[in-house]
């Protein structure tokens, strides 16, 4: 195909390399042969962002091995990459951020469409074309000395139908390197993009990484992105949150299926009988740990599949149930608390080829953080020699990049192009209180409260307090790319087209006792829940109906083996009406904040539980 605009491309007077000429034959069929000439919309946009943020220099990235080895040797040589140890950590580095670069801002990320009741009280807004001006400003000439690189990306297996493609534009080789490694990136996306003919249209600077001048904005009506003044995570590799979940669940809405912040688990039994189920839990709250699980010692025979560890892409079927793909290719999993005890398959997977970021040092240059059991801190994630009056060795929010391949428990079936069958749903959050170990929504439009209710301890992963609880419906606070009134309304309905939905639970790994040790021991032992769940499916396991769902009597939960005194067990297991009554009030008011919008069905399901905790229902 002969690129539209390829003479205009041709004579563009950027003096900017990477266009190569092409001898146009008047009758011969045109060779494309370069990676700049595979999608004339791509080079294109490249070309009026060129002229917008003018680099010294533009590369189109072709995801090879070769190129990532180069341009991480090329950022070693310029010290932002240190190489760890090659004996214990082969084709390790480090990064350092910047000290106030460490963790996704929520407060400068924005949904800029077209009426702000489209964004929703759950996100921050600005009118597009102002978020344009205030973006186009802070990009104009800020790649001067810089390369561009363009980083085509698929999100999920390229030959998916339900994959989708993007390219970021960034100058930032961190992000190119994470972006390899998160996606599939380069030439075969680009392939794909040239056939799809759609893709979202990431741009990124990492400008002076001046906090006051950092903002993430989100043009789903436009399917794209400007982030400027990050090169932390979230904000920077644009594939992962900014296109995977927020674009991502606008189109989403708009095809019928639904884009969430959920890993993807299959568990084995001794049958050899598997059941999927995806988890949505804010970040930093053990979904890598979840997706990685190593069963108990005394649970021999079951296994445990990852198929991905942060976003799900959830398609109703043919077959009238739900199936999922990840559209990442790596983890970007936090660092501190991964232990072989914690989580070996972690462990494991991030021993060779990981980029490490924010974490410390030993003597020798090994990678260090809390909660490893050897070794001994020298210098810190900042660089200073390590000094525990500064804080913990490694930023709380440092993180890992690594290939999903590497993880031990990888599912072949990650790649599969149609995904894999959803047996379960699985809501949950940090909560000291209230929240019981495990329990089953009574159908799926109950399973939407009981996600729309998520609350849970904000952690390290964004900027801000940590410790305080907040309303996190469905994990998605941060990235549901518009109004949660019609996200919910848009889950009812998906529900409403399965024959065969999956069963929705709400767990709390996080409950403590008055003193605050956790009542759960957690980690391996979570499989001890998602047996009771996955019996649940089949219709094996008993529970009791309870005012707030189906849960396990404490005979119903396998707990043998367990060092776990029965009253913690019961209160595990506890229910308190008034406490609930008062959750529950306090989700009304939330869900007031979404007025009008809010589903008549959403309401009807509230009204119901606040009635069955109700003090009359109790007493009487
Ligand atoms: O910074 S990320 O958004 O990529 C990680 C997270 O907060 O889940
Ligand atoms: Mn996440």
């Not at 980690?523 to 189906?550: D, Q, Y």
Request: aromatic share 10%; net charge neutral.
């Amino acid at each position: 195909m002969l690129c539209g605009d390829l003479p205009a491309l041709l004579s563009s007077s950027h003096g900017l390399s990477g266009f190569r000429i092409i001898i146009i034959m008047a009758t011969a069929p045109l060779q494309v042969t370069t990676i700049e000439e595979l999608s004339c919309e791509v080079a294109a946009w490249v070309r009026q962002t060129a002229a917008l943020t003018q680099p010294a220099k533009i590369v189109w990235c072709d995801g090879s091995e070769d190129e990532f080895r180069r341009l991480r040797q090329h950022l070693v040589d310029a010290k932002e990459l240190i190489p760890l140890n090659a004996a214990t950590n082969p084709d390790c580095v480090l990064y350092r951020s910047a000290p106030s670069d460490v963790a996704r801002v929520e407060h400068l990320t924005f949904v800029c469409t077209s009426a702000p009741e489209d964004a929703g009280p759950n996100n921050h807004w600005m009118e597009p074309r102002e978020a344009h001006r205030k973006m186009d400003a802070l990009f104009r000439g800020c790649m001067k000395g810089r390369t561009l690189y363009v980083v085509p990306y698929c999100m999920g297996p390229i030959e998916s139908p339900y994959s989708r493609c993007g390219v970021e534009i960034t100058d930032s080789p961190y992000v190119v390197l994470n972006m390899k490694i998160m996606t599939r990136m380069g030439r075969m996306a680009l392939e794909r993009i040239a056939q799809d003919k759609t893709f979202v249209k990431g741009l990124h600077s990492t400008g002076e990484l001046d906090p006051e001048r950092r903002f993430i904005m989100h043009f789903p009506e436009e399917l794209s992105i400007k982030s400027f003044g990050s090169g932390y995570g979230g904000n920077a590799l644009l594939g992962k949150k900014c296109h995977a979940l927020r674009i991502a669940s606008w189109q989403a809405r708009s095809e019928g299926w639904l884009a969430e912040h959920m890993l993807i688990v299959g568990i084995e039994n001794p049958r050899g009988e598997v059941h999927y189920i995806a988890c949505a839990f804010p970040s930093a709250c053990g979904k890598t740990n979840l997706a990685m699980l190593i069963p108990p010692a005394s649970y021999a025979g079951w296994k445990v599949w990852t198929i991905g560890d942060d976003i799900a892409w959830l398609h109703p079927g043919p077959d009238g149930r739900l199936y999922a793909i990840n559209p990442e290719a790596g983890y970007f999993g936090v660092v501190p608390g991964t232990n072989p005890q914690t989580n070996r398959n972690a462990y494991e997977t991030i021993r060779s080829h990981t980029i490490f970021t924010n974490v410390a040092l030993t003597a020798d240059n090994q990678p260090w953080w809390e909660g490893l059991k050897e070794g001994k801190p020298v210098i810190d994630w900042q660089g200073r020699p390590y000094d525990p009056a500064n804080g913990p060795a490694a930023h709380p929010n440092s993180r890992f990049t690594v290939a999903a391949e590497q993880n031990p428990s990888f599912s072949k079936l990650a790649d599969a192009p149609m995904g894999v069958p959803i047996s379960a749903l699985v809501f949950g959050g940090r909560r000291r209180t209230l929240a019981p170990l495990v329990m089953q929504a009574r159908n799926w439009a109950h399973g939407v409260l009981v996600g729309a209710g998520v609350a849970s301890e904000t952690t390290a992963a964004a900027t801000g307090a940590v410790g305080v609880v907040r309303r996190d419906p469905m994990a998605m606070k941060p990235f549901a790319g518009y109004n949660f009134a019609d996200y919910w309304a848009h889950w009812l309905e998906v529900g409403a087209k399965l024959n065969a939905p999956p069963q929705i639970f709400h767990v709390n790994w996080f409950r403590r006792d008055a003193a605050g040790h956790f009542l759960w021991p957690g980690f391996s032992e979570n499989l001890r829940v998602l047996r009771w769940m996955i019996e649940r499916c089949e219709g094996k396991a008993h529970a009791v109906e309870t005012p707030i769902g189906f849960m396990p009597a404490a005979a119903d939960l396998d707990t043998s083996g367990l060092d776990l005194a029965p009253k913690n067990l019961d209160a595990l297991l506890s229910v308190d009406p008034v406490l609930w009554h008062q959750e529950f009030t306090e989700i009304g008011t939330y869900l007031d904040e979404y007025g009008a919008r809010i589903p008549a069905a959403l309401r009807q399901e509230l009204a119901g539980a606040l009635q069955r905790v109700s003090p009359q229902k109790n007493s009487g």
